[in-house]
C-alpha cells in the first residue's frame, strides 16, 4: 500500500480575512521572471527602460479579462442563464488562449502607438511569453486541475517525477496524467531554443511564429489527454482548433515574408 499524502494547501497564507492563494503567486512569480528577462533584452535592443513597464500595465488586467472572456464564451450556454456569474473570475474559469489573444492585439496597438515595431517586440518577448506560462502552470498542480484522464501510479512512477507530484495527483481516490507538467516542460524546452535562436539572427517576426507554432503544436495533443476542454462543437476541442489556426497563420507569415519582403530587418537589427 502506497502512503499518499495530503494534497498541498491551494492557500498561501492569510491576510486577515483575505487568502492568499499559491495559484496567484506562483502567476505573479511568473510575470516578474518573464518581465526580468525581456526589460533585459529589450534594453539591448534600443528601447525604452519603460517601455516593457508601460506595456505590462496595459497587457496584464486586459490579458485577464481576455482570458475570462474567452472562457466565458465557450461556456455561454452556463452564463446566459447565470449572468452574475461571468464577473466571478475568484472561482475559476480563464483561458490562455484568451489571455494571448487580449495581449497580441493590446501589445499591436501599444508598439504602434509607440511608433515603434510589433514584430521587433514581439520577437524579443518570445521567450518572456513561455517562461510565463511554463512557471503558470504550477498554479494548475497546486489547485489539482487541467490534468488529463485517468492513469496508475505506477505509470507516473515510470517518468521519473518526484513523489511529491505524483501524490498532487492523486484526485478524489484515482491518478490522473500531469498535463500541467507535460507543457511546462515543452513551454521550458521552447524557451532554450529561442533563447538560442536569438544568436541565429532570424528575420524579424520568426522569433514570435516560432514561438505560436511551437506552444501550439505541443498544446494540439496535450489538450488531447485533458478532461477539461472547452468545445466548439460537439467532440472539437477550441483549444486545439486554435493551436491549428496560429500555427498555419504563422507558417503563412514566414513564408509569404521570405518570399516577398526584399531586404528585410533582422532579429539583431535596431
Known amino acids: 500500500m502506497y502512503s499518499i499524502l495530503a494534497s498541498i494547501d491551494p492557500i498561501a497564507f492569510s491576510l486577515g480575512p483575505i487568502d492568499v492563494r499559491w495559484y496567484g503567486v506562483i502567476i505573479a512569480v511568473g510575470i516578474i521572471i518573464a518581465f526580468l528577462v525581456g526589460q533585459r533584452e ?85 521567450p518572456s511569453i513561455l517562461i510565463g506560462q511554463a512557471v503558470g502552470r504550477w498554479g494548475n498542480f497546486i489547485n489539482q486541475e487541467a490534468h488529463g484522464g485517468e492513469v496508475s501510479r505506477t505509470f507516473l512512477e515510470n517518468l521519473f517525477i518526484p513523489d511529491w507530484i505524483i501524490n498532487q495527483m492523486y484526485i478524489d481516490g484515482a491518478y490522473y496524467h500531469p498535463t500541467f507538467l507535460y507543457e511546462s516542460m515543452w513551454s521550458l524546452v521552447g524557451i532554450i531554443i529561442l533563447l538560442l535562436l536569438r544568436r541565429v539572427n532570424l528575420v524579424r517576426g520568426e522569433m514570435f511564429f516560432f514561438y505560436v507554432i511551437w506552444y501550439s503544436v505541443g498544446r494540439f495533443f496535450i489538450e488531447g489527454m485533458r478532461t477539461d476542454s472547452l468545445y466548439v462543437i460537439g467532440e472539437l476541442r477550441a483549444a486545439q482548433l486554435v493551436s491549428v489556426v496560429a500555427i498555419l497563420i504563422a507558417v503563412v507569415f514566414v513564408v509569404y515574408r521570405r518570399v516577398k519582403l526584399k531586404n528585410p530587418p533582422h532579429y539583431l537589427d535596431n
Open 42 to 126: 529589450m534594453v539591448k535592443r534600443g528601447l525604452h527602460p519603460d517601455f516593457l513597464t508601460d506595456l505590462l500595465i496595459w497587457a496584464v488586467p486586459l490579458a485577464i479579462i481576455g482570458a475570462r472572456i474567452y472562457y466565458v464564451i465557450f461556456q455561454w450556454e452556463h452564463y446566459k442563464d447565470n449572468p452574475a456569474e461571468i464577473i466571478a473570475i475568484w472561482n475559476g474559469g480563464i483561458a490562455i488562449h484568451g489571455a494571448l489573444i487580449a495581449s497580441v492585439i493590446v501589445a499591436y496597438l501599444f508598439t504602434k502607438s509607440r511608433n515603434t515595431s510589433f514584430l521587433k517586440v514581439a520577437d524579443i518577448l518570445a
